[in-house]
């Protein structure tokens, strides 16, 4: 199952969305749609089901029994709570109105993603051997021997690169200056593959060659110098076998792209110091 930024399950907003008409009796339903239950007066449709999974085009046959259970108990639960509140009138609320509002617009955002991602999908089998021929190592089984100076601060972290550029040796600054408990081994990490590190150590450590140092690099332990002293090639995974993932990617960077120029066309002032967004 392929997921993109944004196009994920918005479970409880979407599901109230066939609530807000107010309707009591069961509503009409699509050939398409196939009931699954019935609530009271209310019917449980495939299309409820889609809606709370991540890709609405899942075969709902690949889904794990746990999951259906937890989704039809959501959903039941759902539908008893929108009665209740309609039967209390809680859908005149100005409450109800202002959350009305806001599904709305989740849902509609969502939907234009997922409209987005289905044109962006039409991607050539060339252009995606092309991504693979370029980023191969990407796609090579290859265990990295890197080592690690951590710091808590980039400023620190700028410092000791400051330190390495003048001369001084990669192992000394480790034990002197790393809070890491690889200090004591002069920062080193021994081997690793791709993955088992937190993402964004892994993915400067196998970008960078034999010898190469790179940094800073923040993770939630701090400030990451590092250093890739050996690499040992592995076995490189067919294109037919990672095409799948490689489209995931370049729609990804698609969407990206996509929504940055979407921000960049409107104006956007926030106008409470509170809610700030840093460098904006």
Same mark, same amino acid.
Do not use: C, W
């Given at each position: 199952?392929i997921?993109?930024?944004?196009?994920?399950? =918005?479970?409880?907003i979407?599901?109230l969305?066939?609530?807000?008409?107010?309707?009591?009796?069961? !509503?009409?339903?699509n050939?398409?749609?196939?009931?699954?239950?019935?609530?009271? &007066?209310?019917?449980?449709t495939?299309?409820?089901?889609r809606?709370? =999974?991540p &890709?609405? &085009?899942?075969?709902?046959?690949?889904?794990?029994?746990? /999951?259906k259970? /937890?989704?039809?108990r959501?959903?039941?639960? +759902?539908? =008893?709570?929108a009665s209740?509140?309609?039967?209390?009138?809680?859908? @005149?609320?100005?409450?109800?109105?202002?959350?009305?509002?806001?599904?709305?617009?989740?849902?509609?955002?969502?939907?234009?993603?997922?409209?987005?991602?289905t044109?962006?999908?039409?991607?050539?089998?060339? +252009?995606?051997?092309?991504?693979?021929?370029?980023? !191969?190592?990407?796609?090579?089984?290859? /265990?990295?021997?890197?080592?690690?100076?951590?710091? !808590?601060?980039?400023?620190?972290? *700028?410092?000791?690169?400051?330190?390495?550029?003048?001369g +001084?040796?990669?192992? *000394?600054?480790a $034990?002197?200056k790393?809070?890491?408990?690889?200090s004591?081994?002069?920062g080193?990490?021994?081997?690793?593959?791709r993955?088992q590190?937190?993402?964004?150590?892994?993915s %400067?450590?196998?970008s960078?060659?034999?010898g190469?140092?790179?940094?800073?690099? !923040?993770t939630?332990y701090?400030?990451?110098?590092?250093?890739v002293t @050996?690499?040992?090639?592995?076995k490189?995974?067919?294109? *037919?076998?990672? $095409?799948?993932?490689?489209? +995931? =990617?370049?729609?990804s960077?698609?969407?990206?792209?996509y929504? #940055?120029?979407?921000?960049?066309?409107v #104006?956007?002032?926030?106008?409470?110091?509170?809610? %700030?967004?840093?460098?904006?």
């Amino acid at each position: 199952m392929i997921s993109y930024p944004f196009a994920v399950a =918005i479970t409880f907003i979407l599901l109230l969305v066939p609530h807000i008409s107010g309707a009591q009796a069961p !509503k009409s339903v699509n050939p398409k749609d196939h009931v699954i239950a019935v609530v009271g &007066n209310e019917i449980i449709t495939e299309r409820d089901v889609r809606l709370m =999974i991540p &890709n609405f &085009n899942t075969e709902l046959k690949k889904i794990p029994p746990a /999951q259906k259970v /937890q989704i039809m108990r959501e959903i039941i639960n +759902q539908k =008893i709570l929108a009665s209740e509140g309609r039967a209390l009138k809680l859908d @005149q609320s100005e409450l109800f109105k202002a959350r009305q509002r806001s599904i709305f617009d989740t849902a509609l955002a969502r939907t234009t993603v997922d409209h987005f991602i289905t044109n962006a999908r039409k991607i050539d089998k060339q +252009q995606l051997k092309n991504f693979y021929d370029k980023n !191969k190592r990407r796609y090579r089984d290859d /265990q990295v021997r890197a080592s690690h100076i951590l710091l !808590k601060t980039r400023k620190e972290a *700028e410092e000791v690169l400051k330190a390495l550029k003048a001369g +001084q040796t990669f192992a *000394e600054l480790a $034990k002197e200056k790393s809070i890491g408990p690889s200090s004591v081994k002069g920062g080193d990490l021994g081997f690793f593959k791709r993955g088992q590190m937190v993402p964004a150590f892994d993915s %400067a450590a196998f970008s960078l060659s034999e010898g190469a140092t790179g940094g800073p690099i !923040k993770t939630r332990y701090g400030f990451h110098i590092i250093k890739v002293t @050996q690499i040992n090639k592995g076995k490189i995974t067919p294109f *037919e076998e990672v $095409k799948a993932q490689i489209l +995931q =990617i370049l729609v990804s960077k698609k969407l990206e792209v996509y929504l #940055k120029n979407l921000r960049a066309s409107v #104006k956007v002032v926030i106008k409470d110091p509170n809610f %700030a967004i840093g460098g904006e």
